[in-house]
């Protein structure tokens, strides 16, 4: 029998031109708004934002929201829910203070951050921003590096590290994150690790030899495929692959039947249209999500992540386009898919 299924929701925080036509003054106020609503709904396990500064599928001028600061804003306005990033980019901060920022907010949020962590691979905002764009291997390299400097600061305090790229003496984290020291009994020997991405050779290994969870893409045949090639790094390694919790990150387009689906659809294109984004990067994001696992009535949504469960999908994030502007389709999915897969 398959893991019941757990939850979380994506809160608009502009990356996907997700906050369009709001006042900036009131962006936090919508953002904290969604966040405190799903802290009171218990189906909903944990939160997330993305760690971009530039908008997709297109590079406008839009509102984005930076990802560490809304963490710690979040931990102060809730409560239960646990609080992520899908995922941190490695390279955007240096590793040792990014372990530093972690222990911080997973203090103010009394242990209930999730590191979501990845080599990054934006490279219109990489080089915007003066990080040039290092190939895939060095910025895999730098991703192995910098989690091994979160572990020895996570479990010990202290990180000492030379390595090809990163280079740490000493860096000291006291207090050490509440999770895995905190609690008594606790088996964590630290904040929780989500390594994201499907790079079969280097991600997966590291996530293999680190990882808590996985995050690689919710389509069957690629989730199944991805999964093998885990659970054979898992075998060289000495882990055992039960112990990493695989999740799959999907697009929500719902409605209580085909017309409301498209009207769904109908109003994602309008809408980023109407954000400036150019025809050809509007169509090649509608194609994906109209070929979407979590797209169609209720019944055909929870009977798609069933089938996913029973590969081992057991931890769903989800994005609801709209979310920011109407609720509806948030509410359909927990009246209707969440308990057709506790």
């Not at 929201?65 to 979040?74: G, I, V």
């Not at 006291?174 to 989500?194: C, D, H, K, V, Y």
């Not at 386009?321 to 359909?332: F, H, I, K, Q, R």
């Amino acid at each position: 029998m398959s893991e019941p299924m757990r939850f979380g929701i994506f809160i608009p925080q502009g990356w996907r031109h997700d906050l369009v036509g709001i006042d900036p003054d009131q962006h936090w106020g919508v953002m904290a708004g969604l966040a405190r609503r799903a802290d009171g709904i218990r189906d909903w396990e944990s939160i997330w934002v993305f760690d971009h500064f530039h908008p997709v599928p297109h590079p406008t001028q839009e509102a984005v929201h930076e990802a560490w600061s809304l963490m710690a804003a979040f931990a102060g306005v809730t409560g239960r829910v646990r609080i992520g990033q899908m995922c941190t980019c490695m390279s955007y901060r240096n590793p040792a203070y990014l372990a530093k920022v972690a222990a911080t907010v997973d203090v103010i949020s009394e242990g209930r951050l999730e590191m979501g962590i990845g080599a990054g691979w934006y490279e219109h905002e990489w080089r915007a921003y003066g990080y040039g764009f290092p190939s895939a291997g060095e910025r895999l390299a730098r991703l192995r590096e910098g989690v091994e400097i979160f572990q020895q600061m996570w479990t010990t305090g202290t990180a000492t590290l030379d390595g090809e790229h990163y280079q740490v003496d000493g860096a000291m984290c006291f207090p050490r994150p509440l999770q895995g020291t905190a609690f008594e009994g606790s088996e964590r020997n630290g904040i929780p690790m989500w390594i994201a991405g499907g790079g079969e050779r280097k991600t997966l290994r590291i996530a293999a030899e680190y990882a808590d969870y996985t995050n690689f893409l919710g389509d069957r045949e690629v989730f199944e495929r991805k999964s093998e090639i885990l659970k054979e790094h898992c075998r060289d390694v000495g882990r055992d692959f039960e112990t990493i919790t695989r999740s799959s990150n999907f697009n929500v387009v719902i409605g209580r039947n085909d017309k409301e689906v498209e009207d769904r659809f109908r109003w994602i294109e309008s809408h980023l249209r109407g954000a400036g984004v150019p025809d050809e990067a509007v169509a090649r994001t509608m194609q994906t999500y109209r070929e979407g696992t979590a797209v169609g009535t209720p019944d055909q949504i929870a009977s798609a992540l069933a089938d996913m469960q029973d590969l081992g999908m057991t931890y769903a994030i989800t994005n609801f386009a709209e979310s920011a502007y109407d609720l509806s389709g948030v509410e359909l999915f927990e009246r209707e898919v969440i308990p057709a897969l506790r």
